[in-house]
């Protein structure tokens, strides 16, 4: 599996290229769901096979359904143990706190489907940046596709609340991608280089660090994958576009591919120079398919 030219890989945060496998739980899951599967999880991460074990075959990537169970592959490749890459959870806002004390003491880390741009007031329903901190929060995802879709948030909104997350130290990762109409328009480039150039108008540059997610809407809980060769042609594009919007060294970006990704087809795409990871929607809810995804990111 390819490294990638400029790849920090080290955990924590800091400006540098990152190796990420990131879970979006969307409004799945209560409590006691979101316990068992975070031992599972730290169970996993901590329990690395001592040799390679086989992919199976991917279940549907369609949310919500149910998963096929798979074998737990290996954090091994080629008889070394493998770095694991860093991991976190975006479970919904009632279950943060409880995720983020369950996961206390490991290195997964938990972040925020949202936020307000707003450090506090009369906002009914919305969570600000502050709040989230204080539930033990690291990130907040910002701009999904089902949020403007769902919440009409637009470029402009998204870019607010990237800065907001920024000034209360947690990573923004904003989400750009194009839906099906605007690709068969040949539109793609230009409508992810203006989501783009809105999500990082108020970003502040390092040190937080920028990562970027590129989610094709109509790859979304479809099980439309987008190719490896389609996923490096964007994710090329959004590195040397981000690095001129953001004013970061384009070497620094970290870059996240997300669209029905399962354990059948994450190796061929992280092997594609310029993805650094993954954002995963249905296969991140159950424990097994995440950490076959996270054995072949490392
Ligand atoms: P999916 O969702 O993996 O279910 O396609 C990805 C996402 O929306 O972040």
């Known amino acids: 599996m390819s490294g990638g030219a400029g790849r920090g890989g080290g955990a924590g945060g800091g400006g540098g290229r990152r190796r990420i496998v990131a879970g979006n739980w969307k409004m799945h899951l209560l409590s006691a769901e979101a316990a068992r599967f975070c031992n599972e999880l730290r169970r996993g991460l901590d329990e690395r096979p001592a040799r390679p074990v086989p992919l199976a075959p991917a279940a549907p990537p369609v949310a919500a359904a149910p998963l096929a169970p798979v074998e737990v592959t290996a954090f091994v490749a080629d008889g070394a143990v493998a770095p694991v890459p860093e991991v976190v ?148 594009f959004l590195r040397a576009a981000a690095s001129g919007a953001a004013g970061d060294d384009a070497a620094a970006v970290t870059l996240l591919y997300g669209g029905s990704v399962t354990p059948g087809n994450a190796a061929g795409l992280i092997a594609q120079p310029d993805v650094d990871g993954f954002l995963v929607g249905g296969a991140s809810l159950d424990p097994r398919q995440f950490l076959a995804i996270i054995a072949c990111s490392g």
């Open 89 to 236: 959870l975006f479970p919904s806002f009632p279950l943060l706190a409880a995720v983020a004390r369950e996961l206390a003491g490991s290195a997964v880390t938990v972040g925020a489907q949202d936020l307000h741009p707003a450090d506090r007031g009369a906002h009914t329903g919305d969570v600000s940046g502050p709040q989230l901190v204080d539930a033990g929060c690291r990130w907040a995802l910002c701009g999904h596709s089902e949020r403007r879709r769902d919440h009409g948030e637009s470029d402009e909104l998204v870019g607010l609340k990237v800065a907001a997350a920024a000034r209360h130290g947690l990573t923004p990762l904003l989400c750009v991608g194009e839906s099906r109409e605007q690709r068969d328009a040949g539109e793609t480039l230009a409508v992810l280089e203006r989501q783009l150039r809105s999500g990082l108008a108020a970003h502040p540059g390092p040190p937080v660090a920028l990562v970027i997610a590129y989610e094709p809407v109509w790859a979304i809980g479809t099980g439309l994958t987008a190719s490896p060769e389609t996923a490096q042609e964007v994710h090329r």
